[in-house]
């Protein structure tokens, strides 16, 4: 079946580091992948998404692209700010109109 | 555009009783709902799939009966837990698809944090 696979967390960084979190994906087909964010005590919420081979998402400094050859779609910032803390997401659709099929979430702290 | 809410936020009830958990979709009409169960430090499990005006479509291993799970509209989806024990104590989170031109995006509620003593 259908899987998302994030590296385990907590990661931690300090201020202005570079982020990259890994995300690979088993999905027949062609599903859409997406990044949510979750802040602390608050909802999910759509950091992302991609919905085919080679397309780019980006949002708030924050990159993540589709790729198929490796079934990836890693996040990737280039200087984090301590507001960037939360838990991190990675997610597939293989259908449109679907449930989606979420990582388990990696926690990134950032420190000044 | 395309907000989620949930009410309640918290609840804290005892064990044996009821608790309904209200999903709406404020600014767009969402055929279908999800309901999502999330775990301390864990991920999102899919509990059940909600449409609008037929019977939800629960996951293997969810009970219909204890979770039981009501779409009377386009906006809104409600979840009701009945005999409520400690062991369903979790953070309940809705979604639904939906948003101009966005039928493959979820967006989600803010969470409902069920505690049962």
Same mark, same amino acid.
């Given at each position: 079946g259908n899987s998302v696979t994030q590296m385990e967390g907590p990661v931690t960084l300090s201020e202005e580091a570079f982020l990259t979190i890994n995300c690979t994906y088993t999905a027949t087909g062609y599903p859409s992948l997406f990044w949510y964010v979750q802040y602390p005590g608050e909802g999910l919420q759509l950091l992302l998404k991609a919905t085919k081979a080679d397309d780019k998402g980006s949002n708030k400094g924050f990159e993540a692209t589709y790729r198929k050859e490796t079934t990836s779609f890693h996040l990737e910032k280039g200087s984090v700010q301590v507001s960037d803390s939360a838990v991190y997401f990675c997610a597939l659709s293989d259908q449109a109109g679907t449930a989606l099929i979420f990582g388990k979430g990696t926690t990134l702290s950032v420190s000044s | 555009g395309a907000v989620v809410s949930q009410h309640p936020s918290r609840v804290i009830c005892k064990s044996g009783t009821s608790v309904k958990i209200e999903c709406r979709s404020l600014d767009f009409q969402a055929t279908t709902m999800f309901w999502y169960r999330q775990f301390p430090k864990q991920s999102l499990m899919l509990m059940a799939t909600s449409n609008e005006g037929s019977k939800a479509t629960y996951e293997q291993g969810v009970e219909k009966d204890k979770f039981l799970i009501n779409?009377? /509209?386009? #906006?809104l989806s409600t979840l009701t837990v009945t005999s409520a024990h400690p062991e369903d104590s979790s953070f309940y989170i809705c979604s639904a698809n939906g948003g101009a031109? /966005? #039928?493959?995006t979820q967006y989600f509620g803010p969470g409902t944090r069920l505690t049962v003593l």
């Open positions: - | 779409h009377a /509209s386009l #906006t031109g /966005s #039928t493959d």
